[in-house]
């Protein structure tokens, strides 16, 4: 199955930036659509961001808009997440999802569709 790893999270400063990236094995990466999610201590994981398996078409959630953007390089089987502006409330693990529903915004059930996450800590 495509097995996904997320890297570029760490401690920001209010106000700074962050670029996550996930990359994806296997050649069925260009047929996903792909996201990312994330889980703040205490609190569900939400969707964030999701980007067609082309990527003419790009997905926020509300809270995110105008801040996040979304992108891949098909070529380098590689999704990445611009994070502008970051605020404390951003503060949370940021997975990975291949096969996000674009209907739904939701990922799949199964395990080897996610990353295993990578922190991401806003300081006030």
């Known amino acids: 199955q495509v097995q996904l790893v997320e890297s570029g999270g760490g401690l920001v400063e209010a106000g700074g930036s962050l670029r996550l990236s996930c990359a994806a094995s296997g050649r069925a990466f260009r047929a996903y659509p792909m996201g990312w999610f994330r889980q703040a201590p205490g609190k569900e994981r939400e969707f964030v961001a999701a980007?067609?398996?082309?990527?003419?078409?790009?997905y926020y959630a509300d809270s995110v808009k105008g801040r996040f953007t979304i992108s891949r390089d098909n070529a380098k089987n590689t999704v990445y997440l611009q994070m502008n502006s970051l605020k404390p409330e951003d503060t949370a693990v940021y997975y990975c999802?291949?096969?996000?529903?674009?209907?739904?915004?939701?990922?799949?059930?199964?395990?080897?569709?996610w990353g295993q996450g990578t922190q991401v800590t806003v300081s006030s």
């Open positions: 999802a291949a096969d996000v529903s674009i209907a739904t915004m939701e990922g799949r059930d199964e395990d080897d569709y």
């Open positions: 980007i067609s398996w082309g990527g003419e078409s790009t």
